[in-house]
């Protein structure tokens, strides 16, 4: 009679044949989500379905925080990573997923992955080719789209660190068609600028939007480049070929730029405790050599040669007696000299007030001669009519009344006829 089994003992004998199949033990499944339930464990159950059928499936929590960046729904088209085992309280076999990613997007990760395995192989990522960031850095590019909030909060943070920090920017397409050729040229062009440190970036979105930072000229041309580069790529948990090819990678773009831009007040404080710390310096080393000089000076007084020393000083009085009496010599020659320039130009200047004096004379002639009031002396009169001068007769009338300057004085008239 042949053996009778336990369910038991099926279903474990079923569990190690397909554990011991190799496809089953990592393999991606390909279809449609239904049935997603998110348990109070942090555990999700789902099931992935296509036209001709479908299979139950199960993410544990602790594969969540690595292998699922999005909310699971129903209906999403996926990509699931795992196992296949038999769960034996049921005796059913499920998927046990390691990672989920939306449909299309797996192809994405493979090139990703296999991109970054050849440019680690080619030396791309090798620490020993990082150049270091500069620290106090006064020119800084950046290359990103010339619109959005990158740019925004780059320049934002750049002015509230440093404002005396200038900024260049490449507004490069960093999304879609020709945005890995756009930001590889940004990099060539600013790093032929000679500027301290390239920020390169764009904010956040799906490893589509991020993709062309992924691409391999953007790798080499970071790898190439002469100036040090600081990648900020999308949110903290996104990374791309270019963070792994920079110099310094950031989370964000806005914490690239805090890494580009040294902070002013920081720098103003450090110079200020360096200032101190030179100055405390220079205290004690100004006591050190005040101390050395005391000491030399008493061993010189105690070998000093007391003779010479007043032989010289002899010398030198001589010598000061010779100097204040050919100073003295040369002092009265000087104001001898000066009493001289100061008689010649008293004299200079007494003949220009006369010359210019006999001028005025001549000129205030001519201009009293031509003075109308000169001429009323002879004889003659200033007419008005209602305070302005009269021409001629035929402004007049019979009847106006008129007023007569004269030498003495002036009256006033009527017109008779």
Not at 50 to 73: C, P, T, V, Y
Not at 128 to 135: G, R, T, V, Y
Not at 246 to 273: G, I, M
Not at 304 to 319: A, F, H, K, M
Request: proline share 2%; net charge positive.
């Amino acid at each position: 009679m042949d053996k009778i089994y336990s369910v038991e003992e099926i279903n474990s004998y079923i569990k190690g044949l397909l554990n011991r199949e190799a496809l089953l033990n990592r393999l991606s499944v390909t279809g449609e989500l239904s049935n997603v339930k998110y348990h109070s464990s942090g555990h999700i159950y789902f099931t992935l379905k296509d036209s001709r059928g479908a299979i139950r499936r199960i993410m544990f929590a602790g594969n969540r925080a690595k292998g699922l960046q999005f909310r699971m729904q129903d209906g999403q088209s996926v990509v699931v990573s795992g196992r296949i085992d038999v769960y034996e309280r049921d005796g059913t076999y499920q998927m046990y997923a390691s990672r989920i990613v939306l449909s299309g997007v797996g192809a994405l990760y493979e090139r990703y992955e296999q991109l970054k395995k050849k440019l680690n192989e080619e030396g791309i990522f090798d620490f020993e080719h990082k150049k270091p960031i500069p620290l106090y850095a006064s020119k800084v590019g950046i290359v990103t789209a010339g619109t959005g909030a990158a740019i925004k909060d780059i320049m934002s943070i750049a002015e509230s660190r440093n404002p005396y920090v200038q900024l260049y920017l490449y507004p490069a397409k960093v999304q879609g068609e020709g945005a890995a050729e756009s930001i590889a040229k940004g990099i060539k062009t600013l790093d032929n600028m000679g500027l301290d440190t390239i920020i390169i970036g764009r904010g956040g979105g799906s490893i589509e939007d991020l993709w062309a930072f992924n691409e391999e000229v953007v790798a080499y041309a970071i790898y190439n480049a002469k100036t040090p580069i600081i990648s900020g790529t999308g949110h903290e948990t996104d990374t791309t070929i270019a963070d792994y090819a920079a110099d310094k990678r950031a989370e964000t773009p806005s914490a690239a730029c805090a890494l580009a831009v040294f902070s002013w007040n920081d720098y103003v404080a450090l110079l200020n405790q360096k200032l101190g710390l030179l100055k405390r310096a220079m205290g004690h080393k100004y006591i050190d050599i005040k101390n050395r000089i005391e000491k030399y000076e008493l061993r010189l007084q105690q070998i000093s040669p007391q003779r010479r020393l007043e032989d010289r000083q002899q010398y030198l009085d001589q010598l000061n007696t010779k100097l204040n009496t050919l100073m003295a010599a040369m002092l009265s020659e000087r104001d001898n000299s000066l009493k001289m320039a100061k008689e010649r130009m008293e004299q200079l200047v007494h003949d220009r007030y006369q010359s210019v004096k006999h001028m005025l004379e001549i000129k205030t002639v001519r201009l009293n001669g031509l003075s109308p009031t000169a001429k009323l002396v002879k004889g003659f009169g200033y007419i008005e009519k209602d305070g302005r001068p009269v021409a001629g007769v035929e402004q007049l009338a019979k009847g106006d009344v008129i007023k007569i300057t004269m030498k003495q004085g002036s009256r006033n008239a009527e017109i008779l006829e």
